[in-house]
Structure formats: structure tokens, C-alpha cells
């Protein structure tokens, strides 16, 4: 497994930027919770599944699966 940031640097600046001005909080969530923090829990248990591969719900991280 390898977690990489989206190669699309226009997004990656953008979802930076929203990270900052939500203190480190999701800027695609409303609510400012432990599981919205970036790392995202939704994310962190996608990590934890093995059969996933595929982009974080703010498209910031990908996690593939290595062979």
C-alpha cells in the first residue's frame, strides 16, 4: 500500500489552502469533528480496508494498492 498526493497540483494547492482556513479541518466537510480532521476517518479506514484503492473524499490523498 502507498498513500500519494493527487498528481494534479491545482487541486492539491486548493485543498491546502481550504485545510488552512479550517485549521486542518476537511474543507469539503461542514462540521469540525476529530473525523474531519485531515486525515479524515472516512479516509483512514479506506486505508484500512485492503480492497480499496482510490482517491480520499476531498481528492487530496490516493491510496494504491501495491501488487
Do not use: S
Not at 491545482?10 to 485549521?23: F, M, P, R, S, W
Request: glycine content about 6%.
Amino acid at each position: 500500500m502507498k498513500i500519494e498526493l493527487n498528481p494534479d497540483e491545482k487541486v492539491v494547492a486548493t485543498i491546502k489552502e481550504g485545510l488552512k482556513q479550517k485549521g486542518g479541518y476537511c474543507p469539503c466537510r461542514l462540521e469540525k469533528t476529530e473525523d474531519t480532521k485531515c486525515m479524515c476517518k472516512e479516509f483512514r479506514d479506506q486505508i484500512a480496508d485492503p480492497d480499496f484503492e482510490g482517491f480520499c473524499h476531498c481528492m487530496l490523498y490516493y491510496k494504491r494498492k501495491e501488487a
